[in-house]
């Protein structure tokens, strides 16, 4: 079973819209969780971490939920410039574990 | 600037021709990790490294090596490369292995076919 699972997609949505992906991981020991944006072929780079208590950073908001072992991300009023490939990622124990990512298509 | 470089960004090479991807940190952070990334697959964890000197095997180290001489080197080498490791590398960092909430930042990427 892998750590951490996620709906591969693709999303495909309107500009405007609001679209949320969820994550679960296996280890109810993890640690540390963050979701990363990767554009096509580029380095992964860091959108937010997350935290139990839910964080928001303008358009986007993440929650935790260790009692079910899911990680959402929200995306509210989307661009096009949102359109990438969404990885969750978990920390446990020092090693990072990556979902195969979901991807977003944001279209006109 | 705080980065975490990679070299060569583009490599072809031929099978069994050993190569060296070099990978650097200025960050000073303690961990280090070598990813490969192919379509349908997603990220997969070759090797990393918790400090210096101290290596472990990750998802898919078979036909790999590294060292961690110095805290900012991190060297991915291919004794013998075959077509199945054409694939697109990544080097990260983070400032810890063990602290709370503490991220990865990652290198350009290496792009690599073996013919």
């Known amino acids: 079973r892998k750590e951490v699972e996620q709906d591969p997609g693709p999303f495909n949505v309107p500009e405007g819209a609001t679209v949320a992906f969820n994550c679960t991981y296996s280890n109810s020991a993890s640690q540390s969780f963050f979701w990363y944006r990767q554009d096509c072929r580029k380095e992964p780079k860091l959108l937010m971490s997350v935290y139990s208590s839910g964080n928001e950073d303008g358009r986007f908001t993440a929650q935790l939920n260790r009692a079910s072992q899911y990680i959402s991300l929200l995306i509210r009023d989307s661009k096009l410039s949102d359109s990438a490939t969404y990885l969750c990622v978990v920390r446990l124990r020092g090693k990072f574990y990556f979902g195969s990512g979901t991807k977003l298509n944001v279209k006109p | 600037e705080a980065q975490v470089t990679q070299n060569p960004r583009y490599l072809i090479t031929v099978t069994g021709k050993k190569l060296t991807v070099t990978c650097s940190q200025n960050?000073?952070?303690?961990?280090m990790s070598w990813y490969r990334q192919d379509p349908g697959l997603g990220l997969r964890q070759i090797y990393y490294s918790m400090n210096v000197e101290v290596t472990d095997k990750g998802d898919v180290p078979e036909g790999y090596k590294v060292s961690r001489k110095e805290k900012r080197n991190f060297p991915l080498i291919l004794e013998s490369p075959s077509p199945n490791q054409t694939s697109l590398y990544f080097c990260?960092?983070?400032?810890?292995?063990?602290?709370?909430?503490?991220?990865?930042?990652f290198g350009p990427g290496t792009r690599l076919l073996v013919l």
């Open positions: 990260a960092s983070s400032l810890s292995p063990t602290a709370i909430g503490e991220t990865q930042y």
């Open positions: 960050m000073n952070h303690e961990y």
